[in-house]
């Protein structure tokens, strides 16, 4: 029960990342009062943090791929290697977040507190969850002090806050999650959009795409047996 719990918590947030990603605050959270300005995803700087999600995510889906086909271990390793450079890129952008309470993901908490407690959720991504403290004890995320930079960047302190939210949700979301977390990057090197998996080794948004790049595939193959 523990394990359909947490795949559906997983999937959630997921889903609500996917249209903070793509849409904005003001599709995850219709209710605020901002103008369309305000929203992050119309600011130069929500695109650094979306290019280093994404990141993330394609060396995070790479290295559990190559897991899964039993690459050999000099392979495995330069894709963890990649992966974990990936995460340091994502750590290094500032958030502002003062203190974020576990309540926004209450069922996830329900399936991981022992497997937290007992150091096993952060055992095979550790970096993930840095610069972050977990403090069950008090259910809260201890995360970094609110950044002046961070703020001067998306003008307003409380946009800024809910862009940390999301980033370091994201975060803790794969790392407790792992390979069950079934947010991708859609591999057509013309969309690049998140979205969420129906199936855990989707690597297109859509059919479509998958057949786009099938075709793609096959044109560069045969432009490189003619030259």
Avoid at 117 to 132: D, H, I, Q, T, W
Avoid at 195 to 211: D, E, G
């Amino acid at each position: 029960m523990a394990s359909q719990t947490r795949k559906a918590e997983c999937r959630r947030i997921a889903e609500e990342l996917e249209t903070f990603f793509n849409k904005g605050l003001l599709a995850l959270k219709p209710g605020l009062k901002l103008s369309p300005d305000q929203d992050p995803i119309n600011r130069p700087a929500f695109r650094e943090y979306l290019e280093a999600v994404k990141e993330v995510l394609i060396a995070h889906e790479d290295y559990r791929r190559a897991i899964r086909q039993r690459l050999e271990e000099e392979k495995l390793l330069e894709l963890r290697e990649r992966f974990e450079k990936a995460v340091q890129r994502l750590n290094s952008l500032p958030t502002v977040v003062g203190y974020f309470d576990l309540h926004v993901v209450p069922e996830l908490r329900k399936a991981t507190k022992d497997e937290l407690k007992a150091g096993k959720a952060s055992k095979e991504y550790p970096f993930l969850l840095n610069p972050m403290r977990l403090t069950l004890q008090h259910e809260i995320v201890a995360i970094r002090a609110a950044s002046d930079e961070l703020v001067e960047k998306f003008g307003d302190k409380f946009v800024a806050e809910e862009v940390g939210i999301q980033i370091e949700r994201f975060k803790r979301a794969l790392a407790l999650c792992g390979e069950e977390f079934p947010l991708g990057v859609c591999r057509y090197k013309h969309c690049g959009r998140i979205f969420v998996k129906k199936r855990m080794k989707q690597l297109f948004c859509t059919p479509n795409h998958a057949s786009a790049a099938r075709v793609q595939r096959f044109r560069e193959r045969k432009r490189s047996k003619e030259v």
